[in-house]
């Protein structure tokens, strides 16, 4: 069983990604990261009638890749771990329709990638299933639809927005002693941090407190060091909570993160030649980034000790209306190679 130090599980057995995959639409495929996409559509209504039929396609696309990737077939998934941003979780229902598969619907807003690998990890390592995968979805137009306006609204977003990434990401965790293969070495459990940020288009200052926190429990935990790892990745905290996240641990635990951090929402798009204002957003974001272009390079062994830490935004439409402040979470994987 895994071994558990403070909100930090170690896992004992070797949980490996057999295979992943990432897709993404047309503006994140003429970012920096287009190339390392699994599929890019250039049509991002995928051929429906409505963003959240849209949305739900794009999942589907990542798993049936990561499947094919894998060559498994659907009756050897134990489980699909999942969840998005849409009321109910509608996307990855609707996607799992189309599969018979055990589904486990998870929210953890754009953390949900971490949070629902992690799940994974913990039924794997338990004994109880043998092969999970782990998925999560956004879309840029399902997202402004029912947190914002819909888009002929015509609404002007403020600098600190983000811009949700229209994408998904899917990973196949098993045990595994192939060396080459990304493991999951441990998994911290994050806390919901709320300092009463309220503004809904600055969810990364609503989120770097929960990734301070976190990543700072994980190092006392582990006692590590960021120096430690040849990378600390974030979910989508964009240009104000990624600098937000290094000020805070910086004045809080004396940690600097600056020389290893890198972020999702700043490396899928350009903000010098795309209009995404304070970077990328959304369980998509990091989703993608991860399971085509980072667990690419670790795979090629250009990376091979990496924190991965998703964040997200515990909010609603109903609650920000009614003047709720945001509260954050963020949950973190550990990968080695």
């Known amino acids: 069983m895994?071994?558990?130090?403070?909100?930090?599980?170690?896992?004992?057995?070797?949980?490996?990604?057999l295979s992943s995959a990432g897709v993404a639409g047309r503006l994140e495929g003429e970012g920096p990261l287009g190339k390392c996409f699994d599929r890019v559509f250039e049509d991002t209504t995928m051929g429906e009638a409505c963003w959240e039929k849209a949305e739900s396609d794009?999942?589907?696309?990542?798993?049936?890749?990561?499947?094919?990737?894998?060559?498994?077939?659907?009756d050897k998934i134990d489980a699909v771990f999942a969840g998005d941003l849409l009321n109910q979780c509608i996307s990855s229902s609707f996607s799992l329709r189309e599969l018979n598969v055990p589904f486990c619907g998870m929210f953890g807003a754009c953390?949900?990638?971490?949070?629902?690998?992690?799940a994974a990890?913990?039924?794997v390592e338990s004994g109880a299933m043998s092969?999970?995968?782990a998925a999560t979805s956004s879309h840029f137009c399902s997202a402004e639809k029912q947190f914002r306006f819909p888009l002929e609204y015509g609404g002007q977003r403020t600098p600190t927005a983000q811009r949700t990434v229209t994408g998904a990401g899917a990973l196949i965790l098993s045990e595994s002693h192939s060396k080459n293969l990304p493991r999951v070495k441990a998994a911290h459990l994050g806390t919901v941090q709320d300092l009463g940020i309220i503004d809904s288009t600055n969810m990364g200052a609503a989120m770097?407190?929960?990734?301070?926190?976190?990543?700072?429990?994980?190092?006392?935990?582990?006692?590590?060091?960021?120096?430690?790892?040849?990378?600390?990745?974030?979910?989508?905290?964009?240009?104000?909570?990624?600098?937000l996240l290094r000020e805070l641990l910086l004045?809080?635990?004396?940690?600097?993160?600056?020389?290893?951090?890198?972020?999702?929402?700043?490396?899928?798009?350009?903000?010098?030649?795309?209009?995404?204002?304070?970077?990328?957003?959304?369980?998509?974001?990091?989703?993608?980034?991860?399971?085509?272009?980072?667990?690419?390079?670790?795979?090629?062994?250009?990376?091979?000790n990496l924190l991965f830490v998703a964040t997200g935004a515990l909010m609603s439409p109903v609650s920000s209306r009614e003047g709720e402040s945001i509260p954050g979470i963020a949950h973190l994987l550990h990968f080695v190679i």
């Open 2 to 17: 895994a071994e558990r130090k403070g909100k930090t599980f170690t896992f004992e057995k070797e949980i490996r990604v």
């Open 58 to 74: 794009l999942l589907t696309a990542a798993i049936r890749t990561a499947l094919k990737k894998s060559n498994l077939e659907e």
């Open 111 to 118: 953390s949900t990638m971490a949070l629902s690998s992690l």
């Open 121 to 123: 990890c913990l039924a």
């Open 131 to 133: 092969t999970c995968m």
């Open 208 to 243: 770097a407190p929960a990734a301070a926190k976190t990543i700072s429990d994980f190092l006392r935990d582990t006692n590590t060091l960021p120096s430690n790892y040849d990378m600390l990745l974030t979910g989508d905290l964009g240009l104000v909570g990624s600098r």
């Open 251 to 304: 004045k809080e635990d004396n940690i600097d993160i600056s020389t290893v951090h890198q972020d999702c929402g700043l490396m899928i798009f350009d903000r010098d030649s795309q209009d995404v204002h304070s970077g990328g957003s959304g369980c998509g974001c990091c989703a993608s980034v991860l399971c085509s272009h980072i667990l690419d390079e670790m795979r090629r062994g250009k990376i091979r």
